[in-house]
């Protein structure tokens, strides 16, 4: 299989390196048909926009740039943060509106809605660096809160499950599939393994394999990814982003 789009990648809006233009001059050169910027949400510590209204600032650049490059679709999205048990992200409807792509995942780092949500939810996946005793029921908290944000939001990509926040696969692939979520494979982080891949696959997910790029020449890198897929015997037509080879 060979990759048509890269949907998933972070520019200096948030802690990419590249610039938007040098990304989408990347994404062009390597011959994508399609591409995504989609910068950290507000509340992730440290790396988010800042201020969501940067990713109207995000639009504007990218709409002065589309001209000079006419067979590269650029798609503006982002990768918002869950930020509490109940599956809220760290963005409002009318930004999410705005956007070309929704991305939502799990991480650690993120400034939580309420003080109840910094410990039950925040903290609780902190301890697990020191204790494996709470695994089960972190895991069950984050599964939750994932399944929600898929049931509350128009998500169109849950990006890297099972990474550094452990989830329930087989919950979180029935929600992808009944919500319309695509299912990602991460090749930034690569740790996914094919068992999770064949758990997925089985609750009948549609897949996308992203570069996660926080660097212009990361951008495209899907091989590892694509390789997962077809040892799993995932077909183009049960991804978002692959086609046969010719
Ligand atoms: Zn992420
Ligand atoms: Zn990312």
Not at 126 to 155: G, H
Request: proline fraction near 4%.
């Amino acid at each position: 299989m060979k990759a048509i789009a890269d949907l998933h990648s972070h520019s200096t809006y948030s802690d990419g390196r590249g610039t938007v233009t040098e990304n989408i001059r990347a994404a062009a050169a390597i011959g994508l048909e399609r591409y995504a910027i989609t910068d950290h949400g507000p509340q992730n510590i440290g790396v988010g926009v800042g201020d969501e209204n940067k990713y109207l600032v995000i639009k504007e650049e990218v709409r002065g740039l589309r001209e000079n490059f006419p067979d590269l679709q650029v798609l503006v999205g982002a990768e918002a943060d869950i930020i509490s048990l109940e599956g809220d992200i760290d963005l409002s409807r009318e930004t999410i509106e705005a956007l070309e792509l929704l991305i939502v995942g799990l991480h650690p780092y993120v400034w939580p809605k309420t003080w109840k949500d910094g410990w039950d939810f925040v903290l609780s996946n902190q301890t697990l660096r020191v204790t494996r005793s709470m695994e089960e029921k972190v895991r069950c908290r984050n599964t939750k809160a994932l399944v929600e944000a898929m049931a509350r939001y128009p998500v169109d990509i849950v990006s890297h499950p099972n990474l550094e926040m452990p989830v329930e696969i087989r919950e979180v692939a029935r929600a992808c599939h009944k919500y319309g979520s695509a299912y990602e494979i991460n090749t930034g982080h690569n740790f996914q393994t094919i068992e999770d891949v064949l758990t997925a696959a089985k609750e009948g997910v549609t897949f996308v394999v992203n570069s996660d790029a926080h660097f212009p020449e990361s951008i495209g890198r899907l091989d590892i990814g694509i390789e997962l897929l077809e040892r799993a015997g995932v077909s183009p037509e049960q991804t978002l982003n692959l086609k046969a080879e010719q």
